[in-house]
């Protein structure tokens, strides 16, 4: 067996479902998705916003022992922030832990909810001129919550996709540095889809670490050319290259259940940024498979203060690795997302494998997400027949508005055309 074809793939951003107050643990214990993500590779997932109900839910499951691989979860910095300061650790507990806070500043590039600094160009639903989405959260709020990890030694991952909501993120760390400090405290940029290179370069100066998501060029690439940012702004989604360029580590996830959880296609849209329809968006931003491959495990194995035992496979480390159907390095880059998860093996015991039968199949396309896509795209059709409009005045109105935003998407994205919109 080729070295190579056995990598320590510990750490990538992911969203498990978000489980409710009335929440049945023994239903929650056998729909927990870590078997899911065990079977594509991972020996680590993250819980990207939580509530301290679900996150008590969670630790439930993990004392049950519901738990093959490592959860790391981040709880919602405008809730309970006492739960957060009580609860946040650096170490696990029957495979969980409470990592720190969570903040969400705006919405999705591709369902025109990301708050821009410029208007959105060619928007598929009903907008008004010159509309550049919008905030989830006032200034006010954003400027007190990132001030408040900083204050009480909180790790901070923030959800931002638009220019206009990164612009209010950076501002609000430097406030919050110029308050307390600069000391390193590997806070998260998450998503960053829409990033000048000059917010690029203030991050790094910031010390915030991006957590990209190149994988949005295959799924959304073409939608973005076409209608949210245009074919020049499109060319720099997720800009890989920006964030090389300054020397600084980065991030590559799927943001479950947003994109399927496919490693080998996150792997293969950081290497290739190519699209559905075959346009590569952003040649620029390609990077080598190396360091896509670092992306996926010892970086963010480094975002989550878990270095020195995760993210690769050397002495001293937990056997934590997967074992792939052929080495990544040595095939043609455009089959990389061809590649098979054989085996996952989590602290030296093995957590996933692949039969033959399924091995034969796994590389083809998932018919479970088409008919998720075509399911959302007809209650899309079904709600915008009763929808009047755009409400912008509340937050409950931003997230009914969020969710609108995504089913207008789907129902376009499946009608778009043959070649973009269906696997």
Known sequence: ????????????????PALGATADLDTVSKNVPSALWAGHGYTMAQEGRTSPVAAEILREVARDGGLPIDVVAYSDVLADRSYIIDNAARTYQNRYRLGGAKLTID?????????????????????????????????ERVLEAVDWPYENDIQLLTHSNGE????LLIAAHAAAQEAHGAASR??????????????????????????????HTFYWGDWHRDHTVGPVNAENISPTGWVLAHGMRFGSHHDAPVAFPDSMRILDATVTRRSRSGDIIGPAHRVDVITALKAMTLWPAWQHYEEHWKGSIEAGKLADFVILSADPTAVDPETLDQLKVLETIKEGASVFALDGDVAATAGAANPALTRMLQALGTHGAQSNSAHDGHGHGTHAATATCMSDGILNLTTAMLGERPGTAKE
């Open 1 to 16: 067996m080729s070295y190579a074809r056995v990598l320590a793939l510990s750490a990538t951003l992911v969203t498990a």
């Open 107 to 139: 919405g999705s590039p591709q369902g025109f909810t990301a708050w821009r600094d410029r208007p959105y160009y060619d928007p598929v639903g009903e907008y008004p001129p010159g509309y550049v989405g919008y905030p989830a959260v006032t200034n």
């Open 164 to 167: 206009a909501a990164s612009d």
């Open 186 to 215: 590997r806070d998260v940029l998450v998503h960053g889809q829409f990033l000048r290179e000059d917010q690029v370069a203030a991050f790094d100066q910031l010390g915030i670490f991006p957590s990209l998501f190149p994988m």
